[in-house]
């Protein structure tokens, strides 16, 4: 158990504002930003150079125990991989694509590229493995024209990397090989002797080299891909370290599932691992029915120092934690801080949370988020001052100059800092309009003051722009809030909730469910699909959720009248939600018409005020 007489050292800020003539806020932190290295696996040879027998990197293999690489052997490797690449003739307009999941072999390809100035860029696996036509995966070949494609198993990946890639690209992979082209073995990369090429070459990556591309989850259209630069991603670590400043005399420890094709944990957790010396055990579980057993069983063997995950995943470990007492122990052995991101998480939630944490640690632990995007770095604003409730995003980090210009009766919220894009790859139309007039780049999202006025008290997302409609009355509907609000509400019910009623004179909402719940709500554990939607206790507990609801409601914008869960689940294909479970609201009401328009109908699936008759 954690020792209740420990601090925490975090960030202790402070902020300054300004308002200007035009009615924009500017918001940043007096303090500068620290110096940071040219590129970030410097600072992996570094640490490899003092401590070559951390364990830096950690996965389970085929007999299930845990596989560690350290630092020195880190090292080595990615110094022989860089040298085979540049052999191979790869650079930033040949750079190496990585179409499989989170592993060392995957992480030490990547670092072996950025080493040497060549990008990476991770896909998610899903792109090649869930998608028939491979639409996306041939958009994004067309915008990175890759030099060589990296596969943990080359014959997983054969039908798309046949269908989408000519026969003169090569493949990497850890194991087998394509008969279509040529194939090169990982053990033999890893093995390549450095070269003084490699030497050179490693020198002379700078601040304004591109490391990486990430792509945008392309909800709305072609994946983007968004330039990722050494600089950024060196400047974004120091903002971390800079926040989270026990990190500095504490190297990380960290068990982590989330992908590394998102910039949450593909820039900011595995770079904050290599920045501060730390250790990663990749995680091979989810936040989903089927893979949440893989998660406990690592932490129920991995103690971290500093644990992210999803409201979902978190709302699933809870189901665990809250009847396992050894999974309780080992989980906050020595966890510092708790962080969820990728959605807002509901006040249930939250408060089980901190619950927990306050058993099994005096004072309880910080549990926090932040904001910011793939542009960003991504870090951008982040909290680490207790709060009583979720939602609370922080502050600016150092370096980072945070502007609220008035949208209407909203205040869009955009940064200038080192960490932020010099823009998106091959489009040049894109990068233009991402930005403002004063180089500022535009999240696309409203923020209000978590107290009026009071920039030190922190910001709290206020709804993305492009999501918000009007009623038939003409109100405007916040989005955003008003689902995080819903999903409160209906008390564990929901994971999430999608609102919808543009040009109707009343809300509804799609519902995702939470089976689990319902099941307990039931009394039956092996109700499952429309018998369980359908159980009357179910039923009855949403209506009067619904109704408390709607009696707390100011107005027609912030009361949802009519309600219906899900049974499908999101798609990811159509791009109704990401591989890290972020939902995407305009494309469930594009792909599920049918069902929002069945919302104001005599449908039994909808449950609605008992006014309306539907309850």
Known sequence: MTDPSAKVALWTPSVRSETRPDG?????????????PRCITARFMEWAERVPERVWMAERGPDDAWRATTYGEGARTIRAIGSALLAQGLTAERPLLILSGNSVAHALMALGAQHVGVPSAALAPAYSLASGDYGKLKDIAAQLTPGIIFADDAAKFAPAIQAVFGADIPVASVEGVLGDRETLSFTQLAATEPSDRMEAAHAAVGPDTVAKFLFTSGTTGSPKAVIQTQGMLCSNQEMVASCYAFMRETPPVVVDWAPWNHTASGNKVFNMVVYNGGTYYIDDGRPTPDGIGRTIANLREISPTWYFNVPLGFQMLLDAMETEAELRKTFFARVSMLMYAGAGMSQPVWDRITRVAEEMVPGGVLLCTGFGSTETGPFALMCTERQEHAGNLGIPAHGVLFKLV??????????????????YWRN???????????GFYRFGDAFRFAVPGDAAAGFVFDGRLAENFKLASGTWVAVGPLRATLTNDLKGL???????GEGRYELGALVVPDWAKLRSIAGDPKLEGESLLHHPKVRRAAAEMLAAHAARATGSASRVTRIMFMEVPLSFDKGEVTDKGSINQRAVLRHRADLV???WSDDPRVIALASEGKA
């Open 24 to 36: 924009s806020i500017l918001v940043w932190q007096e303090e500068p930003l620290g110096a940071y």
């Open 406 to 423: 008035p949208q209407g009766d909203k205040l869009e919220g955009r940064v200038k800092s080192p960490s932020v894009t010099p823009g």
């Open 428 to 438: 040049p139309k894109l990068t233009a309009e991402a930005f403002d007039e004063e």
């Open 494 to 500: 929901a994971s999430d909730a999608v609102i919808a």
């Open 597 to 599: 328009e069945s919302l």
